[in-house]
């Protein structure tokens, strides 16, 4: 770049290039150039860009949400999964049927007329007949065994030994060996398990060993829980909402223990609830019917939950028979009280018991375990109550059977009041079964009655819930160490 000899210290070109001024190299012809360099710009010399516009902002927004939404539905999906196992196996105790030796009830294809003679046959005899693919073939209340199969590696192989005694099983007319009890092993499917009498773990064991079951058989149902928790939990806040804007209420999102006045807000909160239950009781019927069908290819009725959709509409009736069915009653009682005992807890704790969560948090605590343990032992029944109700297929046009992982009562229930009444007057009381005792009790009429049937996974529950209060009393203790 020259400079001018006057001017030694100027960086300016002397010559000006085109379209540029030789002591103003910034000038461009057509632009407003009459901006000064060297004064303080005024405000409204200032540019600012406009600010972004509505939509703009939307779109954020909206891909805020959506990427909020993916996460929160994956993270449901794990979640669902650490769980599902403890609930499949908790469904399939609820749902068994382990009646009393003196009062089971058995299937009326299993009765004999007294005139009729009935068919035995010997052990040697029915080891020699060939079965299925699965090993048995299972049809209603029937069932072929192989019984040589039930013999263990390790028998003797001494003519005295009871092993080899003869024992005979009763037949009917075709031939098939007749069941008379849940508990015989001899006569028991191949795809079924053994009752469940010790706990979740036991089940979770006895599905892992069953053939045609396994670790995927932990799984059943979880799609379909998983699509149930989140049409709930979008559904459920969106009815509440329209009812309390339809009322004139309060904003559904302060808590109802700050209401002084909590009745309108607690009527429009169980019934969005009830009413949200009812839409989606199919998920919960399928993800049931799911659970307690056997996994095994030869008996199993549902292949996913679009297929037990279909089936359900088509063998029972359509949408009326999917709704206006023997469920009904039970879903209404079930999401009316589960978030009406809910949310009634707090408000009990605080203005009844007058026990503050800040001031008391370990006092606060055993006393929400308490409540908490209140509505397990009324919810449970009830819930044991539907799910064995949702096993009963009311068609006479079923294609095929259905088979499950458990024995069920071969009878069904006829409702609620029917059902609760059979449940403690045939499974109740604690059984105890010797193989090698051969003395029959006698039949007493109270023989078996009990409530034991109606909280069957309940010491899971309860265990859950005492954990979260001792996780919750350490965190209050660990915050008043902090303080001090």
Not at 122 to 134: F, P, Q
């Amino acid at each position: 770049m020259t400079t001018d000899s006057s001017h030694p210290y100027a960086t300016f070109p002397t010559t000006p290039g085109k379209g540029m001024h030789g002591l103003r190299p910034y000038f461009t012809p057509g632009v407003n150039n009459n901006f000064n360099y060297t004064s303080i710009a005024t405000p409204a010399d200032v540019y600012y860009p406009p600010p972004p516009s509505d939509d703009y902002n939307d779109l954020i927004d909206s891909r805020a949400a959506a990427r909020e939404l993916i996460n929160f539905s994956v993270l449901k999906f794990l979640t669902t999964a650490v769980s599902n196992p403890f609930e499949v196996s908790k469904t399939l105790m609820q749902v068994q049927y382990t009646p009393h030796e003196d009062v089971e009830v058995l299937s009326p294809a299993n009765s004999t007329p007294d005139d009729q003679d009935t068919d035995y046959k010997e052990y040697d005899e029915l080891s020699s007949e060939e079965d299925d693919d699965d090993g048995d073939f299972y049809a209603g209340s029937h069932s072929r065994r192989r019984f040589s199969d039930d013999i263990p590696a390790a028998a003797s192989m001494d003519v005295d030994d009871p092993m080899f005694r003869q024992q005979k099983v009763t037949l009917d007319q075709s031939g098939y060996v007749m069941r008379t009890s849940v508990y015989d092993d001899a006569t028991r499917p191949a795809y079924q398990i053994k009752p469940i009498d010790k706990g979740v773990w036991q089940g979770i064991g006895r599905l892992l060993k069953q053939p045609h079951e396994g670790w995927r058989s932990l799984f059943k149902g979880q799609y379909t829980n998983w699509l149930y928790e989140i049409c709930h939990l979008f559904l459920q806040p969106t009815v509440e909402g329209s009812l309390n804007d339809a009322f004139g209420l309060y904003d559904d999102t302060i808590p109802l223990v700050h209401l002084d006045h909590i009745g309108p807000n607690l009527a429009t909160l169980v019934a969005s609830h009830v009413f949200v239950g009812i839409i989606l009781s199919p998920l919960e019927l399928i993800r049931t019917r799911l659970i307690v069908q056997s996994a095994s290819p030869l008996h199993r009725k549902y292949k996913g939950p679009l297929h037990a959709l279909r089936t359900i509409l088509e063998e029972e009736g359509g949408f009326r028979g999917l709704y206006l069915n023997h469920n009904l009653l039970p879903t209404v009682l079930y999401h009316a009280l589960t978030p009406l005992l809910q949310n009634i807890t707090p408000i009990f704790i605080d203005r009844v018991l007058k026990i503050n969560a800040s001031d008391s948090p370990f006092v606060y605590g055993l006393a929400e375990l308490s409540l908490n343990t209140l509505e397990l032992l009324i919810m449970l029944p009830l819930e044991t109550i539907r799910k064995r109700l949702q096993c009963q297929i009311r068609s006479r046009t079923s294609k095929k059977r259905f088979e499950t992982v458990v024995a069920l009562r071969p009878v069904p229930y006829t409702g609620i009041a029917d059902a609760a009444y059979h449940i403690i007057k045939e499974e109740g009381g604690r059984r105890r079964r010797d193989k090698q005792q051969t003395d029959v009790a006698p039949k007493v009429f109270f023989t078996g009655w009990g409530w034991r049937g109606l909280y069957q996974g309940f010491s899971m529950q309860c265990t859950s819930n005492i954990i979260l209060f001792v996780l919750h009393a350490v965190n209050g203790i660990e915050e008043d160490y902090d303080d001090f």
